[in-house]
């Protein structure tokens, strides 16, 4: 074509200053890469029973037994305190005195019933998580095979209530454990068992 001539477009076709933007190119094609994972999720999940088991519970006994060491130990306090303020300030004192251990009473009452239900354990093939705390969660896992020795202690409110507790004493103070408010008979059994599977392991390596 001659220089200067006007170019003839096809019938149909717009100019070049008239065309929009052009579209960008297609995507390669090819096998997509792996999904993003979620970030987040429930913060009991860190918590949650081994896949296909439930945290075996202990006894609404470990309730009571908090219950009554939280009055045991109010009751002197009480009377010293408030008999101390009195002679101080006057009666004004030794009511607010008071009014501050019924508040503080009261809490020990909901945080016993709380503490009771955050316990649970699970017995799995080669270790034993035990799982506990409301305000601050706690999962521990004890291998069978690291068990030093297990033993049972009640003292004398625990005795008197029939629950007692189990201790397991590991080769670190980090791994140790302790499974309180369990029945009497029940706490004899898993103390045993226990040992049972923590000689094995022991044997085993």
């Known amino acids: 074509m001659p220089p200067g001539s006007p170019r003839i ?3 149909g076709a717009a100019p070049a200053a008239q065309r929009g933007p052009m579209p960008p190119p297609p995507a390669p094609s090819g096998p997509a890469g792996p999904s993003p ?9 860190a918590f949650d029973p081994p ?7 202990v006894s609404s ?5 908090r219950r009554i060491a939280v009055l045991l130990w109010a009751l002197p306090v009480t009377i010293v305190g ?5 002679r101080m300030i006057g009666l004004a004192g030794g009511l607010i005195w008071l009014a501050v251990i019924f508040v503080g009473c009261a809490m020990g009452w909901i945080a016993a019933e709380l503490g009771y239900r955050s316990w649970g354990f699970a017995e799995r093939a080669d270790d034993l998580l035990v799982t506990h705390g409301f305000f601050v969660r706690h999962l521990v896992v004890v291998p069978y095979g690291r068990m030093q020795y297990v033993d049972v202690t009640a003292g004398l409110l625990e005795q008197w209530l029939g629950v007692a507790t189990v201790r397991l004493h590991t080769a670190a103070a980090a791994t140790d ?3 309180p408010g369990l029945p009497a008979r029940d706490a004899a059994v898993l103390r045993d068992r226990l040992a ?4 094995a392991r022991s044997i085993g390596l």
């Open 51 to 57: 896949s296909g088991m439930v945290w075996a519970r």
């Open 196 to 199: 049972r599977k923590g000689e």
């Open 82 to 86: 408030a008999f101390v303020l009195s």
């Open 37 to 45: 994972v979620p970030i987040g999720g429930r913060a009991e999940q």
């Open 9 to 11: 477009l096809p019938p």
């Open 177 to 179: 454990a302790r499974i």
């Open 61 to 65: 006994r470990l309730t009571w037994h």
